[in-house]
């Protein structure tokens, strides 16, 4: 119980914090949308061929939106060495990196399903044929590029090109992920039931993610201290 309300505590601040200057989360939803903008453009909308790479655009926008939101997740603590005393106080690392990947990933959501309507509107396409698996695959999906990126965001904390070292790390650990997201979000998107070998992609972000969420909260304390 200590642990989540710990955790809880961390990601509350971060929220609040987040919220209070919009800076990562009006930075990433405006990249997001231009960039859907610009596909657009790109891309015949009303192609069959379009509707086939439909979760391949949605996860390329959602990974790089992402990644805005991921760089702040500990530079916002730099300032009056906020980070030092956050390390130094009794919250354990473990509890630390859980809120900080809570917060991420929330905001990180908050994006994704702002962006879901504009591209059903950009490219014709209704997306809302299976809404609880589709819900189900962008949390999956979310929370493993999230404890990838806090991870990495602690990592590079101190790092004068953090900013373009944080997608040079995170985006190559993300690749089973990602093909895995892609591959089911554009079969919900078609509407078609997640069934037979589709499940297998299923499985994979579930393993993917407790897999690297067990890694993150064994490995916190060591980076942080380093």
Request: aromatic fraction near 10%; glycine fraction near 6%.
């Amino acid at each position: 119980m200590r642990f989540l309300r710990q955790a809880g505590t961390i990601a509350v601040k971060d929220l609040k914090a987040e919220l209070r200057t919009k800076e990562a989360i009006n930075a990433s939803l405006s990249f997001a949308l231009v960039i859907l903008l610009l596909f657009s453009f790109a891309f015949d909308p009303t192609a069959e061929q379009t509707r086939e790479i439909s979760g391949g655009l949605l996860w390329l926008v959602f990974a790089f939106a992402g990644a805005l939101i991921l760089n702040r997740s500990f530079s916002r603590e730099q300032a009056n060495d906020c980070l030092d005393i956050l390390v130094a106080s009794p919250v354990s690392g473990a509890a630390l990196f859980i809120g900080k990947a809570v917060a991420n990933a929330i905001l990180i959501l908050a994006v994704e399903v702002v962006c879901l309507p504009v591209f059903g509107v950009f490219y014709n396409i209704t997306w809302t044929k299976r809404p609880w698996w589709l819900l189900l695959v962008l949390v999956l999906a979310t929370w493993g590029l999230t404890v990838i990126g806090t991870m990495f965001s602690a990592l590079t904390v101190n790092l004068r090109l953090r900013e373009l070292m944080l997608p040079v790390l995170v985006y190559p650990m993300m690749i089973p992920s990602l093909m895995a997201a892609m591959q089911l979000t554009t079969l919900l998107i078609a509407g078609e039931p997640v069934t037979g070998e589709d499940i297998v992609w299923l499985r994979l972000l579930i393993g993917f993610d407790i897999i690297f969420t067990a890694l993150g909260i064994g490995l916190v304390e060591t980076v942080l201290v380093n």
